[in-house]
């Protein structure tokens, strides 16, 4: 009916009806294709949302799991680290988180634990916060969001519970912070601010200082900007304070300060380290350290395939990159035996840089690019999460066959009810 009434308006107009039902037949198409693409936004809309939902159980769970260590009687690595304090010796390097913690626990009278969990759960919150908008602020596709389930990137946390919840997760939280959203100067200073304070609860991030100017290129557009030199500057000059005039960890009387304080602590803590370490520990489980090494080049080749493959124009800055942050880093691989720490920060951060890389979206715009899905990252992704895993579990049973073996036995007979 409504072709007649256009065939007689066209009549009575003497219009050509061909010029009519080409126009007809184009407005069809276009509003069939308009159709199709809203009905594949609606679907990349819910896999999207199981995506999200996906990092938000990782979250809860690692969260959960922190909480329970918190509860344990004698702690470990995920709360002596931030345990470092001023009162045994005066001023040393990482002593400002125990000082801020013990200001906290006497204004809240809650055990040091739980309030070091407190601060655990908001970092993550942080960080998985701001990943989760910077995913939904990007053009993205199923490549990109398959590296970052990556157990090197986002699900590592609940693989490596009981290393996770380490100072990092400042720099993480930071660095999403700074990711996400615009880039004001009071923003800028915050970070700066941010970043050189958290030299003084960790020096390690001075490590991946090339890693952070270039989340601050890529958001910015600029690298000879003042807030560039004021950060590399201010960062030397700390790390040149802390070396010089900070002390030890540990000065003799970490433990029995802790102690009074209700903490007591497990054989593996922060503060007997350096009586435990020892110097041919590398050499001997050469095999788990160079699978670690393996692990971070497989992660760098997969980012760096997706970037030439997609985002070519930032390919040869992908490489520059890589190779400068690889020399910076080199010498923590070589200071301390938290490998698979090292390259987790590493490829948090270098997600980051991959993530800012990809065109902004729009609000009208699909929430997918047409980029090909490329099939081996789908195969490779469940494949290297296995081996992590079993990888992690090596490492963490002393880097014997044995204990691996074993610990799956302990988990299988428990599933099994015996």
Known sequence: MKVLRKLNDLDKKKCNPIIFFSFEKNTNTRMFQKVISLEKNKKEFYFLLLYKALLLLILFYSVYKLYLKSKLSLQEWTVSDWLINYEDGGFKRRG?????????QDITHFSLPF????????????IYYFFIKLISQKKIDWNILLILISPLCLSYICINVGYSGRKEIILFALMGY???????RLKSIFVIAGYCIGLFFHEMFIFYLPL????FY??????????VYTLIILSFIIIAVIYYFGGEVNQGKSIEILKNRGVEFAYFNIFNYDKIEDPTFIGRV?????????????????LGYYVYKFHKKYFKYFLFINILSLIFVAPLFYLGVDWFRWINIYCVLLSLTVLLMLPDRKKTEELFNHNATIKSFILIAPVFFILFFIHIQYDASGSSLHGTIMYFKTKFDYLMGH
């Open 96 to 104: 400002i988180g125990g000082q801020l913690l013990f200001f906290l």
């Open 212 to 215: 952070v100017i270039s989340i």
């Open 218 to 227: 890529l958001k910015t557009k600029k690298i000879n900007s003042l807030e």
């Open 178 to 184: 700074l990711a996400t959203g615009g880039v004001s």
């Open 286 to 302: 050469y095999i788990s350290f160079s699978l670690f090494i393996a692990e971070l080049f497989f992660v760098i080749f997969q």
């Open 115 to 126: 309030i070091v969990f407190l601060l655990q759960a908001l970092f993550y919150g942080f």
